[in-house]
């Protein structure tokens, strides 16, 4: 069975097997035995409150309990752009009129700005290929929502997450052919590589730093503009139904969105509840499936169950003894839990 | 003899045979009736004008041939380029990019919307009817308006400039152009021309170029070729500037890209190198050794200016002017006269 947990000194090993298969495109999961370790550090002394908020990097892994190896990653970093300068372009608008020619033209602009520092980050998700089945992506990514419904006061007022841009099946980027290979010479993979490294500092150095017009990139690039990678857009699906949405910032190299969100805009805010795991659960049928997590910041754990049960408080949710011992809860011990799937909008 | 003179009313019907001619290359030139008929006023208002600031003035000068009095060009002197507006250039600056990280070690060219030539006097409205057949007479219409600063400084700025047609097609299409004003005019690049009637001094310039800087790298190739690339037909012009001390440097037009030319007063050879000399008729022997001259009145009003072939001026201290030329400049023995070699 699976399970989503806080990330755990002894993981490291499992952590480095991950990384191993991610390949090309993961700037923040190398396999990288000595950046991993730190990583992992950071993360357990997060969890153990040891550092301060903003420092705070929340790692959780996927475990496979009956494989004993883990099957996934995903993070939230507490805010992003308070060591070194985080760059994003701002997509604005400018509006060029003469009224003695008649002539109004609207030019889109990109800014490069750094005004997401600050805000917390949703990063670094991996699924092992043989996982990608059934709920297992959406387990991955949305426990980490449970965890900030669980636990808002520890993060910034927005949450941000970056999407891989667009590219061609051969890795070309459109957008760094039209725009950063002017003013950096160098290969796309190179440059991000450098970024995941830490070494931004190049990016004050050489990105333009006056505001550009979209309108003269050339068309290719204009297009894939706050696009998503292929592989992504289901990604971006689960993002953006879970109330993060596009709102005008891309990446400086690729041009993917960044999406956004108010933290007391999630949907988890709004629609997860606490429930009491029932300790005589009446037999039923398996109804749809909830994510349900404990409520421990040190030992944070989630699941999908499809034991029924209702978003409201007072309620109580029968979970079996694999399930509670999956969570590291007993019976009469409160959980947090939310549907796994938005619902439906009405159509009245 | 060919003499260069202020424009009178009387040119009016004469430049606008000249404006049906006057080329795409020279967007200056005033082409419409009215057009012409207030340059001309506004020249013949200048030259009267008791000048303590340069501003508004622009002066118009016509290329008139003694023979039969005809008007075989005609060409302007502005006092600031601005007049009572902004004058726009593009500006190219270089920006350094150096990243130790990366070893990269390059330069960026960047365009800016400035307005650092407001203040520079301009030439403009250069206009010859047959420049393949025309000889010393369109170095005489170019460098006269120079001479004539020379004998009033005071009218003038203290730098000189002067924009060249850029880089068109057959078919008036500017590379330049569509890369980039295109984006904010939305029009051809003549109709554009001839909307703001070649100035760079209007308003809507400023309500509708970019207030950013461009960043040349992401113009297409083309259009970087075209910068400050001179129109074939503005060839001669630039050939002209060029002896008179006028070089090229970080500005180029707005529109077409097109090069735009710049010098100190100092550096221009009708300051640095013109001499005032008394005029003194005398017969000469025939086999003196002559020189071809540019020489003009040094008047303000009735301003007059001529090629004469003379004796060499280094160790006179007057001059031989014949009596045709003379009678061209208005001048008598001991009148003063400003003379720069040719």
Known sequence: MLVVRAIQERDLDGLMELARQTGDGMTTLKPDRKVLGKRVEVACASFAEQIAPPQRDYVFVMEDTEAGRLAGVCAIKSAVGLDEPFYNYRIGTLVHSSNELKVFSRMETLYLSNDLTGCSELCSLFLHPEYRKGHNGRLLSKSRFLFIAQFPHLFEQKLIAELRGFQHSDGRSPFWEGLGRHFFKIDFDRADDMTGMGKKSFIAELMPRHPLYVAYLPQEAQDVIGRVHVDTVPARRLLESEGMYYEGYVDIFDAGPVLQARISELRSLRESALALVDPAPAASAAGEPFLVSSTVLQDFRVIVSHAGGGPNVSDRIGLSGAEQALLACAAGGPVRTMSLNPKKPNHA | ?342
């Open chain 2, 1 to 342: 003899m060919f003499v260069v003179r202020p424009v009178e009313t009387k040119d009016i019907p004469a430049l606008a045979e000249l404006g049906k001619v006057a080329t795409r290359g020279v967007h200056t030139f005033p082409k419409t009736p009215s057009a012409i008929e207030r340059a001309v006023e506004r020249s013949i208002a200048s030259f009267a004008a008791q000048v303590e600031i340069p501003s508004e003035e622009s002066y118009f000068f016509v290329l008139e041939s003694s023979r039969d009095r005809s008007i075989a060009g005609a060409a302007a002197i502005s006092a600031t380029a601005g007049s009572a507006g902004t004058f726009f250039a593009f500006r190219n600056d270089v920006i350094h990019q150096v990243s130790r990280d990366l070893n990269i070690s390059h330069s960026v060219h960047v365009l800016t919307l400035c307005s650092d030539l407001t203040s520079c006097s301009q030439l403009s409205s250069f206009f010859v009817r047959d420049q393949q057949a025309a000889g010393q007479e369109t170095a005489l219409l170019s460098r006269a308006r120079l001479l004539f600063a020379a004998a009033a400084p005071h009218r003038f700025g203290e730098k000189f400039f002067a924009s060249l047609a850029g880089m068109t097609d057959a078919n008036g299409r500017s590379a330049f152009w569509e890369a980039l004003g295109r984006k904010f005019f939305q029009m051809d690049y003549l109709e554009a021309e001839r909307l703001v009637e070649g100035a760079r001094n209007r308003t809507l310039i400023v309500e509708l170029m970019p207030h950013y800087p461009i960043y040349v790298p992401l113009l297409p190739g083309e259009a970087q070729a075209a910068m400050g690339q001179v129109h074939p037909e503005g060839e001669l012009p630039f050939r002209m500037l060029s002896e008179e001390g006028f070089e090229p440097d970080e500005f180029i037009d707005i529109f077409d890209g097109g090069p735009i030319l710049r010098a100190h007063k100092h550096a221009l050879r009708s300051f640095s190198s013109s001499a005032r000399r008394e005029v003194a008729y005398m017969v000469t022997p025939d086999d003196t050794p002559k020189t071809s001259y540019l020489v003009c009145n040094a008047r303000e009003a009735g301003f007059r200016a001529v090629i004469a072939e003379c004796p060499r001026l280094e160790s006179a201290e007057s001059i031989v002017l014949s009596p045709e030329a003379m009678r061209c400049l208005d001048v008598v023995n001991g009148d003063a006269v400003l003379c720069v070699k040719l």
